[in-house]
Protein backbone atom coordinates (compact mmCIF):
# COMPACT_ATOMS: atom_id res chain seq x y z
CA UNK A 1 0.00 0.00 0.00
CA UNK A 2 1.43 3.39 -0.96
CA UNK A 3 2.48 6.01 1.80
CA UNK A 4 0.03 8.39 2.68
CA UNK A 5 1.57 12.04 4.09
CA UNK A 6 -1.10 13.82 6.00
CA UNK A 7 -0.49 17.50 6.88
CA UNK A 8 -0.98 18.70 10.33
CA UNK A 9 -3.34 21.48 10.49
CA UNK A 10 -2.69 25.05 10.58
CA UNK A 11 -1.89 26.87 13.59
CA UNK A 12 -4.88 28.51 14.53
CA UNK A 13 -4.31 32.33 14.32
CA UNK A 14 -3.78 35.09 16.97
CA UNK A 15 -5.90 38.42 16.60
CA UNK A 16 -3.00 40.85 15.34
CA UNK A 17 -0.16 38.24 15.30
CA UNK A 18 -0.34 36.62 11.55
CA UNK A 19 0.44 33.07 12.52
CA UNK A 20 3.09 31.60 11.11
CA UNK A 21 2.36 28.88 8.32
CA UNK A 22 3.68 25.31 7.99
CA UNK A 23 5.81 23.92 5.93
CA UNK A 24 3.80 21.17 3.88
CA UNK A 25 4.80 17.60 4.22
CA UNK A 26 6.32 15.39 1.69
CA UNK A 27 6.23 12.14 0.67
CA UNK A 28 9.57 10.19 1.63
CA UNK A 29 10.63 9.80 -1.67
CA UNK A 30 10.72 13.45 -2.10
CA UNK A 31 12.86 14.54 0.69
CA UNK A 32 13.82 13.11 4.01
CA UNK A 33 12.44 14.62 6.93
CA UNK A 34 14.86 17.11 9.12
CA UNK A 35 17.27 14.76 11.73
CA UNK A 36 16.61 16.16 14.99
CA UNK A 37 18.90 18.07 16.64
CA UNK A 38 21.70 16.60 18.96
CA UNK A 39 21.07 19.34 21.69
CA UNK A 40 17.16 19.58 21.15
CA UNK A 41 15.45 19.66 24.31
CA UNK A 42 11.69 21.05 25.43
CA UNK A 43 12.47 24.36 25.81
CA UNK A 44 13.54 27.63 23.43
CA UNK A 45 15.23 30.37 23.90
CA UNK A 46 14.35 33.34 21.80
CA UNK A 47 16.15 36.41 21.39
CA UNK A 48 15.66 39.91 19.22
CA UNK A 49 12.06 41.01 21.06
CA UNK A 50 10.63 44.14 20.81
CA UNK A 51 12.46 45.69 24.40
CA UNK A 52 9.71 48.50 23.73
CA UNK A 53 7.18 45.97 24.69
CA UNK A 54 5.79 45.12 28.30
CA UNK A 55 7.11 42.09 29.70
CA UNK A 56 3.57 40.82 30.49
CA UNK A 57 2.14 41.43 26.92
CA UNK A 58 5.18 39.35 25.49
CA UNK A 59 4.74 36.37 27.42
CA UNK A 60 1.09 36.46 26.94
CA UNK A 61 1.94 36.74 23.29
CA UNK A 62 4.84 34.45 22.94
CA UNK A 63 2.12 31.85 24.79
CA UNK A 64 -0.78 32.73 22.46
CA UNK A 65 1.39 31.96 19.65
CA UNK A 66 3.72 28.59 20.62
CA UNK A 67 0.32 27.08 22.18
CA UNK A 68 -0.40 25.80 18.93
CA UNK A 69 2.42 23.50 18.95
CA UNK A 70 1.59 21.97 22.03
CA UNK A 71 1.51 22.13 26.03
CA UNK A 72 3.12 25.45 27.08
CA UNK A 73 4.15 24.94 30.40
CA UNK A 74 6.47 27.94 31.37
CA UNK A 75 7.03 31.35 29.60
CA UNK A 76 9.61 32.97 31.32
CA UNK A 77 11.07 36.86 30.52
CA UNK A 78 12.10 39.77 32.45
CA UNK A 79 12.67 43.28 32.19
CA UNK A 80 15.69 43.97 33.50
CA UNK A 81 18.89 45.42 31.70
CA UNK A 82 20.93 41.89 31.24
CA UNK A 83 17.91 39.97 30.65
CA UNK A 84 15.46 41.61 28.22
CA UNK A 85 14.68 40.98 24.89
CA UNK A 86 15.13 37.64 25.39
CA UNK A 87 12.65 35.00 26.93
CA UNK A 88 12.55 30.86 27.06
CA UNK A 89 9.17 29.35 26.09
CA UNK A 90 9.32 25.51 27.81
CA UNK A 91 7.04 22.95 25.74
CA UNK A 92 5.87 19.40 27.18
CA UNK A 93 7.91 17.65 25.08
CA UNK A 94 11.03 17.60 22.39
CA UNK A 95 8.64 17.16 19.43
CA UNK A 96 6.38 20.32 20.22
CA UNK A 97 10.11 22.43 20.66
CA UNK A 98 11.17 20.98 17.66
CA UNK A 99 8.37 21.96 15.16
CA UNK A 100 7.70 25.55 17.05
CA UNK A 101 11.55 26.55 16.52
CA UNK A 102 11.48 25.01 12.83
CA UNK A 103 8.29 27.18 11.95
CA UNK A 104 8.70 30.12 13.65
CA UNK A 105 11.94 30.96 13.46
CA UNK A 106 12.56 34.59 12.37
CA UNK A 107 9.01 35.27 12.47
CA UNK A 108 8.35 39.08 13.20
CA UNK A 109 6.63 39.48 16.56
CA UNK A 110 5.80 42.98 17.22
CA UNK A 111 7.85 43.95 14.03
CA UNK A 112 11.43 42.25 15.14
CA UNK A 113 11.96 38.91 13.78
CA UNK A 114 12.54 35.92 16.48
CA UNK A 115 15.66 34.29 16.56
CA UNK A 116 15.10 31.00 18.42
CA UNK A 117 17.76 28.59 19.53
CA UNK A 118 17.62 25.24 21.80
CA UNK A 119 17.91 26.05 25.33
CA UNK A 120 21.29 24.97 26.71
CA UNK A 121 19.43 23.08 29.74
CA UNK A 122 15.96 21.81 30.59
CA UNK A 123 14.27 24.36 32.14
CA UNK A 124 12.26 23.72 36.11
CA UNK A 125 9.35 23.61 34.99
CA UNK A 126 10.07 20.98 32.10
CA UNK A 127 12.32 19.15 34.91
CA UNK A 128 9.04 19.80 37.35
CA UNK A 129 6.41 17.96 34.50
CA UNK A 130 8.60 15.25 33.15
CA UNK A 131 11.27 14.06 35.79
CA UNK A 132 9.30 15.55 38.93
CA UNK A 133 11.94 12.49 40.99
CA UNK A 134 14.95 14.62 40.38
CA UNK A 135 13.77 18.34 40.29
CA UNK A 136 15.20 19.11 43.87
CA UNK A 137 19.01 17.73 42.29
CA UNK A 138 18.27 19.71 39.44
CA UNK A 139 17.51 22.94 41.13
CA UNK A 140 20.82 22.41 43.72
CA UNK A 141 23.03 21.78 40.10
CA UNK A 142 21.58 25.16 38.77
CA UNK A 143 21.98 27.05 41.85
CA UNK A 144 25.57 25.84 41.77
CA UNK A 145 26.19 26.49 38.27
CA UNK A 146 25.15 30.56 38.65
CA UNK A 147 27.18 30.77 41.62
CA UNK A 148 30.31 29.61 40.22
CA UNK A 149 29.89 31.23 37.13
CA UNK A 150 28.91 34.98 38.96
CA UNK A 151 32.19 36.00 37.94
CA UNK A 152 33.04 34.68 34.70
CA UNK A 153 29.23 34.74 32.90
CA UNK A 154 30.35 36.81 29.70
CA UNK A 155 27.17 38.90 30.33
CA UNK A 156 27.78 39.77 33.64
CA UNK A 157 31.47 40.43 32.63
CA UNK A 158 30.05 42.74 30.05
CA UNK A 159 27.32 44.76 32.28
CA UNK A 160 30.19 45.36 35.26
CA UNK A 161 32.93 46.77 32.78
CA UNK A 162 30.30 49.11 31.61
CA UNK A 163 29.38 49.82 35.40
CA UNK A 164 32.82 50.10 36.29
CA UNK A 165 33.68 52.09 33.64
CA UNK A 166 30.72 54.89 34.33
CA UNK A 167 32.12 54.68 38.01
CA UNK A 168 35.88 55.83 36.69
CA UNK A 169 34.51 58.86 34.73
CA UNK A 170 32.96 60.17 38.40
CA UNK A 171 29.21 59.34 37.18
CA UNK A 172 28.78 57.35 40.64
CA UNK A 173 30.30 60.00 42.84
CA UNK A 174 27.23 62.31 42.08
CA UNK A 175 24.43 61.00 41.32
CA UNK A 176 23.24 62.18 37.75
CA UNK A 177 19.80 63.86 38.36
CA UNK A 178 17.21 61.96 36.29
CA UNK A 179 15.83 63.77 33.34
CA UNK A 180 11.88 64.20 32.85
CA UNK A 181 10.21 62.00 30.31
CA UNK A 182 9.31 64.74 28.18
CA UNK A 183 7.16 63.10 25.15
CA UNK A 184 5.82 64.92 21.98
CA UNK A 185 2.19 65.49 22.28
CA UNK A 186 0.41 62.67 19.60
CA UNK A 187 -1.18 65.32 17.45
CA UNK A 188 2.50 66.57 16.47
CA UNK A 189 4.28 63.38 15.96
CA UNK A 190 6.36 63.96 12.29
CA UNK A 191 4.83 61.78 9.14
CA UNK A 192 4.53 58.04 9.12
CA UNK A 193 3.33 55.47 7.24
CA UNK A 194 1.52 53.79 10.39
CA UNK A 195 -1.23 54.96 11.88
CA UNK A 196 -1.88 54.79 15.42
CA UNK A 197 -6.03 54.08 16.46
CA UNK A 198 -7.30 55.05 20.17
CA UNK A 199 -10.48 54.81 21.68
CA UNK A 200 -11.41 51.70 19.53
CA UNK A 201 -15.02 49.71 20.94
CA UNK A 202 -13.55 46.20 22.75
CA UNK A 203 -15.78 44.45 20.53
CA UNK A 204 -13.88 45.68 16.96
CA UNK A 205 -12.33 43.25 14.22
CA UNK A 206 -9.81 43.08 12.15
CA UNK A 207 -12.06 42.89 9.43
CA UNK A 208 -13.87 46.24 10.58
CA UNK A 209 -10.87 47.90 10.33
CA UNK A 210 -9.81 46.48 6.85
CA UNK A 211 -13.29 47.53 5.41
CA UNK A 212 -13.23 51.21 7.25
CA UNK A 213 -9.46 51.80 5.82
CA UNK A 214 -9.76 49.96 2.64
CA UNK A 215 -11.20 52.61 0.56
CA UNK A 216 -8.33 54.71 1.07
CA UNK A 217 -5.81 53.75 -1.33
CA UNK A 218 -1.74 51.59 -0.83
CA UNK A 219 -3.39 50.12 2.63
CA UNK A 220 -0.73 47.24 3.52
CA UNK A 221 -1.65 45.74 6.54
CA UNK A 222 -3.51 45.90 10.13
CA UNK A 223 -2.74 44.75 13.34
CA UNK A 224 -4.77 44.80 16.40
CA UNK A 225 -2.99 44.06 20.32
CA UNK A 226 -4.65 40.77 21.58
CA UNK A 227 -4.45 42.19 24.83
CA UNK A 228 -5.48 45.35 24.68
CA UNK A 229 -8.08 45.84 22.64
CA UNK A 230 -8.90 49.89 22.28
CA UNK A 231 -5.74 50.14 20.46
CA UNK A 232 -4.74 49.16 16.78
CA UNK A 233 -1.91 49.65 14.42
CA UNK A 234 -2.87 50.63 10.62
CA UNK A 235 -0.09 50.34 8.12
CA UNK A 236 0.18 52.26 4.64
CA UNK A 237 2.63 51.81 1.45
CA UNK A 238 3.94 55.05 1.76
CA UNK A 239 3.58 58.43 4.26
CA UNK A 240 1.07 60.09 2.04
CA UNK A 241 -1.07 57.42 2.02
CA UNK A 242 -1.44 57.50 5.67
CA UNK A 243 -1.69 60.72 5.68
CA UNK A 244 -4.86 60.85 3.55
CA UNK A 245 -6.75 57.89 5.61
CA UNK A 246 -5.42 60.11 8.99
CA UNK A 247 -7.16 63.27 8.27
CA UNK A 248 -10.57 61.84 6.45
CA UNK A 249 -11.32 59.18 9.64
CA UNK A 250 -9.94 61.06 12.80
CA UNK A 251 -12.76 61.40 15.29
CA UNK A 252 -14.89 58.77 13.01
CA UNK A 253 -17.41 57.32 15.33
CA UNK A 254 -16.82 53.67 14.50
CA UNK A 255 -19.90 52.77 16.83
CA UNK A 256 -21.99 55.46 16.92
CA UNK A 257 -20.70 56.67 20.16
CA UNK A 258 -16.87 56.80 20.34
CA UNK A 259 -14.46 58.84 18.20
CA UNK A 260 -11.64 57.03 17.58
CA UNK A 261 -7.56 58.98 17.56
CA UNK A 262 -5.48 58.66 14.78
CA UNK A 263 -2.80 59.54 14.80
CA UNK A 264 0.75 58.91 13.06
CA UNK A 265 2.54 55.98 15.01
CA UNK A 266 6.33 56.90 16.92
CA UNK A 267 8.82 56.30 14.83
Given at each position: ????T?????????????????VP???P?A?????E?????E??????????IK???I????K???????D???V????N????G?A???????????????D????????????????????D???K????D???A??T?R??????????????Q?FR?????S????????P???????????EY???N????L?NL??????E??I???SP??????V?????KR???????????S????K???????????????I??A??
Amino acid sequence: MADVTVQAPAPEPIQGIVAPVPVPAVAPEAAAPPAESENACETLYIQNLNEKIKTDVIKSSLKNLFKTYGDVLDVVAHGNLRMRGQAFVSFASKDSASRALRDVQRFPLYSKPMQISFARTRSDAVVKKLDADNYDAHKTQRDDHKKKTRYTNPLKQRFRAKRMASEMDGAAAMPALKRPNVQMPDEYLPPNKILFLQNLPESVTKEQLIALFSPYPNLYEVRLIPTKRDIAFVEFVDEGSAGVAKDALHNYKLDGENKIKITFARK
